[in-house]
């Protein structure tokens, strides 16, 4: 039998040229972002790529098939239904009982590895959680970047992880990180988290220069390109720092666990700054979308 992976006409077109394309995560449209602007911003983050004249590729699992590249009506349906977030664990028990679901970073990038597509815009990459020392809770992106050559884009990872633990689990797991533009590792909504990175690149071309070294000597790991927000686009430090506190502490309150404290944390952030975090957020999604873009594009010309 072979894999159950159902690649848009306009995708396997783009690859079997040699064009560019980005794949695209779900699981910030279907648990990332409220009903119902979410289907807005999922059809704008591929207008985004289109406009850049790059191919996207949402990635999903709909009706027992992995997709990469939804038609209009499939990306609706991961806007509106109700569907769980998946990551690689889940696909064979999804896939077996032909399920759907949104697939976080982890998912997205088995995927579009599968599909044949390098590069990979999202909004939030997992990590280590705070207290991780005690609970495991480790996100299985980590895990799966070592795993998977692809290059990701992020703006670093959210305040509600512990950074530096996550930034010493990359290195141990061989994940190449390289600052965009930036020595300082972003944390999201904050420019910059004040851990440094020891690799700064300039441009895309200089990020394609590093995917075809990596290539080269075979290396399985990814390489997370961590794009800052512009210091001017960033959330209000304070505002930021009240309401991380007070998040964390209601889950540590409502006693959470596994997969459902990263969005209850999300979900309460966005209350607790009053939608400020998610104006935010968008501009983020959209800042990595167009160097992704960018990055694929200059891969696409070598
Ligand atoms: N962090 C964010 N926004 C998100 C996520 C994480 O800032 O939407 C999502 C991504 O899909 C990521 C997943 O891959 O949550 C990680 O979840 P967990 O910590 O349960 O592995
Ligand atoms: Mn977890």
Redesign the pocket.
Known sequence: MTIPLSIAPSVAEAIAAGQPVVAL????IS??LPRPDNLAAARRFEALLTDQGVTPATIAVLDGQLKAGLAPDELDRIANEDIP?L?VRDLPVVLARGGSG???????SYIANLAGIRVFA??????V?RGASETF?????LKVLSEVPITVVSAG??S??DIPATLERLESLGVIVLGYGTDKFPS?WLTDSGFELDWSVADAGAVADVMTMRDELGQPAAILVANPLPESDQLDPAVHDRALAEALRMADEQGLS??????FL?QTIVGLTGGASLAV?LKIAENNIRVAGEIALARASR
Request: aromatic share 2%; proline share 2%.
């Open positions: 995560e779900s699981t910030i648990h990332g977030k990551s949104a697939t976080t970073v982890a998912a997205t999202t909004g939030g990459l997992g990590g959680h809770d480790e996100s299985a992106d990872v959210k509600i992880l999201f596994g997969k459902d404290v990263t969005p999300l957020n």
